[in-house]
């Protein structure tokens, strides 16, 4: 069935309906993905499609429920060798993946990352905080596997997270550089 992708996010979010809260089927704009020609990471906007559509029996929305892998399109170019890209197979082409037993886990970009490691570690401060300023989040760990938060998983996944967190993004300054410098050349 054919996704109206066009419309502005305002518009989705002030019909949005409650109860279908955590039953969200769509991914972020931002994507994290790997380059297929020399395997970096590269941004990702991709089409993000609508979550409801009009149903037309009875007037109101209805979730649109689809495959979280497969085929999504967008636009992306590598800033390491200017791979352009305008299409992701999802998750083969994800930049942050973990290795669980039964089966890898991904996260589509940074904040993802960002949740999943609190909810391993068992943050749930930092876990809630997180949804609230965006629902995607709290959808996402909805549909993680349970091995996730399994105790004798724990450390190895978190020392994987912390490994691909701390890959610095090419070509954007970044602030600790900086206050290296201002330090280095001070007095
Ligand atoms: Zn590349």
Redesign the pocket.
Known sequence: MAVDTHMHRGQYRFRYPLEYRYALFSWPSAISAK?N????E?PFSAVVPDTHVKDEESGGYRLVERPMSGPIPGRGT?L??G?VSSMLSWPNDAHFRFPLSGGDIWAWNEEHVQVLRAKVAGDRVLERKLCERNHHLHYYLSRLPKQVVVKRNRMRLIRAIDRASRHEPLGKPVAKNHHGKLLGTGA
């Open positions: 380059c020609g020399c395997g970096s590269f590598c390491k060798c791979r």
